[in-house]
């Protein structure tokens, strides 16, 4: 099935710890993102990469990393989880860079830092 | 900070009715994106206009963007029960890959 897929889907974490979430697409997608939906506060882009080996930081960046290393993988590595961490975490991919394209999502990763 | 500000931020509505929902930004933008998202899924992408366009028609959804006043609005006609959902604008700038969301409008569709 084309699309971006996401694991896992729910998780829960202990401060401190480290943990990696997957995201892939098969769409041959360039561009492709993380964000982090808060209550109220709607999607906020942590990271983002315009093709493999390219990544940029968004507007909430502290305590993520990523990689870009091949087209279709995009995982986001949390370093040492801290409760403000919680949140659902959405990837998203788009055929360019630039222009008109909307985005495709993943279905979530809802992320509990205890 | 969020380049969109949707208004308002919720909306119930009988079905059948038509529901409105504005988007307002603060930057020169290359396009204007709206989604929907259902409770507990990810989002989706209904629509898209450019800086250049004034209207436009997909299905039972129109969109507008007045880009003298920063501001687009989301029209979906004859409602159904399934149109509920949170709908988020998004925005896209010029030389710019990051697209920028709202807080989004949560419909409710009362059957």
């Known amino acids: 099935n084309a699309g971006v897929t996401q694991t ?4 829960v974490l202990k401060t401190g710890q480290s943990m990696t979430l997957q995201c892939a697409q098969d769409m041959n997608h360039e561009y492709m993102s993380w964000y982090r939906q808060d209550p109220g506060m709607g999607l906020r882009l942590i990271h983002y990469s315009v093709g493999a080996g390219i990544t940029d930081q968004g507007e909430v960046p502290n305590g993520y990393n990523v990689s870009r290393s091949t087209t279709e993988d995009f995982p986001l590595r949390l370093l040492s989880a801290a409760p403000s961490q919680t949140s659902v975490y959405f990837c998203a991919s788009s055929p360019h860079i630039t222009g008109g394209d909307g985005y495709t999502f993943g279905s979530g990763t809802r992320l509990t830092v205890v | 900070s969020q380049q969109g500000e949707e208004d308002p931020q919720a909306l119930s509505i009988q079905e059948g009715e038509n529901a409105t929902m504005n988007c307002s930004y603060k930057t020169s933008i290359n396009n204007l994106q709206w ?6 899924r990810g989002l989706v992408h209904l629509i898209l206009i450019r800086s250049n366009e004034r ?9 507008t963007l007045d880009t003298s006043k920063k501001s687009s609005s989301l029209l979906i006609t004859a409602s159904r029960a399934a149109d509920t959902a ?6 896209r700038g010029f030389g710019n890959e990051k697209l920028t969301f709202g807080t989004g409008t949560r419909l409710t569709i009362i059957p």
């Open chain 2, 55 to 63: 209207e436009k028609h997909s299905g039972r959804l129109r969109v």
């Open chain 2, 86 to 91: 949170s709908y988020f604008c998004a925005t």
């Open chain 1, 8 to 11: 896992p889907k729910f998780q």
């Open chain 2, 35 to 40: 989604y929907r998202q259902n409770s507990g």
